[in-house]
């Protein structure tokens, strides 16, 4: 099961990189590498240990060494610390997908590509994953935002995006 795991994490890893730059249309802003904290309303747990989630979430991205792609986006997320999967719109109208595994948030489209490492913030007491409550994680790693345009739609954009 873990190399199964490892195998999807690699593979969406591999998509990431290079949908980026797929389709003629899209503008990619080159990325934005960057800290954050996503914010769950209720807390997240381990596979093995605890019950799935079903909640909702704010990310906050605005820690980057080129730009800010996104200041802060909100959605719904499934499942655990170590394996999850969400989607959600940032602030200003990019949509996104989520693929999370081994404490990575692969982010897989429409419009947001990259990954995000997370960790709970052990400076608040009871965060944590392995309890059940970890509620405020840490995040850092990389984003790309396609701008989706006309007159040509790139396969990852939809008509009108």
């Known amino acids: 099961m873990r190399r199964r ?7 969406v890893l591999a998509v990431a ?20 904290t996503l914010f769950v309303d209720s807390g997240l747990g381990m596979r093995k240990l605890h019950n799935r989630k079903d909640t909702t ?14 200041n802060a ?17 940032t602030t200003n109208g990019h949509k996104f ?3 999370g595994s081994s404490m990575t948030l ?7 590509y ?22 405020i994680l ?3 790693g990389k984003l790309a935002k396609i701008e989706c345009g006309s007159p040509a739609t790139p396969p990852n954009c939809k008509a009108g995006d």
């Open 57 to 70: 979430f704010v990310l906050t991205f605005v820690t980057c060494t080129n730009k800010v792609i996104l």
């Open 138 to 140: 840490l995040v850092t």
């Open 114 to 135: 990259g990954a995000l490492d997370m960790v709970p913030d052990v400076t608040i007491p009871g965060n944590n994953c392995a309890t059940g409550t970890a509620k």
């Open 17 to 36: 990189a290079v949908l980026p730059t797929a389709g003629a249309g899209a503008v990619d802003n080159g990325g934005c590498v960057g800290t954050g």
């Open 97 to 99: 997908n989520v693929k």
């Open 106 to 112: 692969n982010f897989v489209g429409p419009e947001l």
């Open 5 to 11: 795991a490892a195998a999807l994490h690699v593979a």
């Open 73 to 89: 986006s909100g959605g719904s997320i499934s499942g655990w610390c170590d394996w999850a999967s969400a989607n959600g719109i």
